[in-house]
């Protein structure tokens, strides 16, 4: 269960003395933890629509990913896709995303893994862009290594973007979204970009070769497995659940930013 209080400190009675200690480390060191406050900014693209009855909501605290990576999460209460070209902005204001070493964020979708594959992955990928303004914008780097079809299923095959490795995290299930070793989810470190600070995060769908397409650094267009497999975005009976499907967005590392901030004292039991 996440319990999560920016405006005040847990008293000694509140916690542990064993996990006041863990705490306040973390506080010395920089690594407080947070999740967005608020959505910036969404402008759906084709033939989005699922989850929107529960936007906002479903896209802020903590990823409700499932222990099975073949069978994972398909709520509108967890989820919103973002529809083909789609994008979305997440805000932080209490706190802002630090670099520290290791990945500084991570962002949850819910891509299937398939039984016995585990390096094959049915991904919605998108491309992620931060910022400390929501103006000046920095794009991840992001590759398709291969564009062959017998290439399109494997993980490795995308690089740099979200929506590629399943969410195992969930505050059911006790799995940490704080934990890049098991929250599962894509990792994304700051130190990749040589930025020291952030407070927005953009995460744009991929789109593919018929509509929206995003090229990599190679002028590749990012057709990914997933987006192959749904329907053509320009029919009109394609559906509203296309694109890039968001869950949640963790920060690995924040500090306080605004005036009335303090220590987030957040843990994950």
């Not at 400190?9 to 608020?38: C, E, N, Y």
């Not at 994972?72 to 919103?80: K, R």
């Not at 990599?216 to 029919?235: A, I, K």
Request: charged content about 20%; some cysteine; aromatic content about 10%.
């Amino acid at each position: 269960m996440m319990k999560c209080d920016s405006r005040k400190r847990k008293s000694s009675s509140d916690v542990t003395a064993a996990t006041f200690i863990i705490l306040l480390l973390q506080t010395v060191a920089g690594f407080s933890q947070a999740f967005p406050d608020k959505v910036h900014s969404f402008v759906p693209g084709k033939n989005a629509g699922f989850g929107q009855g529960f936007f906002p909501g479903n896209v802020l605290g903590p990823p409700n990913g499932t222990s099975n990576a073949q069978v994972p999460n398909f709520s509108q209460a967890d989820l919103v896709s973002l529809g083909t070209g789609g994008s979305i902005i997440m805000e932080f204001n209490t706190h802002k995303i630090v670099d520290l070493p290791g990945p500084d964020f991570t962002i949850f979708e819910n891509p299937v893994q398939p039984s016995s594959h585990p390096e094959q992955t049915y991904a919605d990928t998108a491309v992620v862009a931060v910022s400390e303004d929501a103006e000046t914008w920095t794009t991840f780097p992001f590759d398709i290594v291969s564009t062959a079809p017998e290439n399109l299923p494997l993980k490795a095959n995308y690089l740099g973007l979200a929506g590629v490795q399943p969410t195992y995290s969930s505050p059911g299930n006790g799995i940490s979204p704080f934990d890049p070793a098991v929250s599962g989810g894509d990792k994304f470190d700051l130190a990749d970009l040589d930025i020291a600070s952030i407070r927005f995060i953009r995460i744009t769908d991929s789109g593919d070769e018929r509509f929206a397409p995003s090229l990599d650094m190679h002028g590749d267009t990012v057709t990914d497995y997933g987006n192959l497999l749904d329907p053509d975005p320009t029919e009109p009976d394609a559906g509203v659940a296309a694109g890039f499907d968001l869950d949640a967005v963790a920060a690995l590392h924040t500090e306080p930013w605004s005036q009335s901030a303090v220590v987030d004292w957040s843990t994950y039991d």
